[in-house]
């Protein structure tokens, strides 16, 4: 715990010089599009802390969270399913790869023809994005198995489900993990995009109403909480892995 306080601490630094540059650097700044960081800071707290946390944030935090959710389990039945029969990942490889390099904000107008605007568009568009760190991920991670794990597991006779819980996913957790990093980002860029093209309300609908109606204060205050939220989400993340997999780290000296 006492390192990855010790981290965080060491990260907090250059964002903290970074804002008493903007703070003293835009202090008597007149430009409309580059207001005094103390106005942005005043706007959001008025927003953001009093009204408009409900309304916007809670259903943005409710995408990410079920679009991510989907999309681990997705990811790792699937790369696990993939990682121990090559014959099917190699089957499926031509149409894996098609998908994977089709943009998931290319498909927002089908999906908003198809589903319309609301939760289950945006969580899909982010399933459509996010499931494939953790696809790739596990695959490779379950294909690196040590083979002399496989043979004691032939020779006990022990069984594929055995095999698969207590063998394969702890072998293969720590890439796991690493693909879920990566889609935890995909997700909230998702989420923005989906919100900014099929929403009605979101941390990305609110930051595209405010620049519309040229609320440059508000459309700051927005953009200011995203990189918040991002930072955050990092954070409790990076607490969480490291719990998870401290058998790693011991096992490794």
Request: no cysteine; aromatic share 10%; net charge positive.
């Amino acid at each position: 715990m006492s390192a990855v306080l010790r981290n965080v601490g060491l990260g907090l630094i250059l964002p903290i010089v970074l804002v008493v540059v903007w703070w003293f650097g835009s202090e008597n700044s007149t430009s409309f599009y580059f207001p005094p960081l103390t106005r942005i800071l005043e706007t959001f707290v008025d927003l953001w802390v009093f009204d408009l946390f409900p309304v916007h944030v809670v259903p943005s935090l409710i995408a990410i969270g079920l679009g991510l959710l989907v999309s681990i389990v997705v990811g790792v039945a699937l790369g696990v399913a993939l990682g121990l029969f090559r014959v099917a990942a190699e089957a499926t490889s031509p149409v894996l790869q098609f998908l994977r390099y089709l943009p998931a904000v290319a498909l927002l107008p089908l999906a908003i023809q198809l589903i319309g605007i609301g939760l289950e568009m945006r969580v899909t568009i982010i399933v459509l994005g996010a499931v494939w760190p953790i696809l790739l991920n596990t695959m490779d991670g379950v294909r690196g198995v040590s083979p002399a794990l496989r043979d004691v597991a032939r020779s006990v006779r022990l069984r594929r489900v055995d095999w698969i819980f207590r063998i394969v996913l702890p072998a293969a957790s720590p890439q796991i993990f690493a693909g879920i990093r990566a889609s935890l980002a995909v997700s909230v860029v998702l989420m923005v995009a989906s919100e900014l093209l099929g929403s009605s309300r979101g941390i990305g609908y609110f930051i595209l109403e405010a620049q519309r109606q040229f609320s440059i204060p508000e459309m700051w205050s927005g953009m200011i909480l995203l990189g918040l939220i991002g930072y955050i989400l990092n954070v409790f993340y990076g607490v969480v892995e490291h719990y998870v997999l401290a058998w790693h780290r011991l096992s490794r000296g």
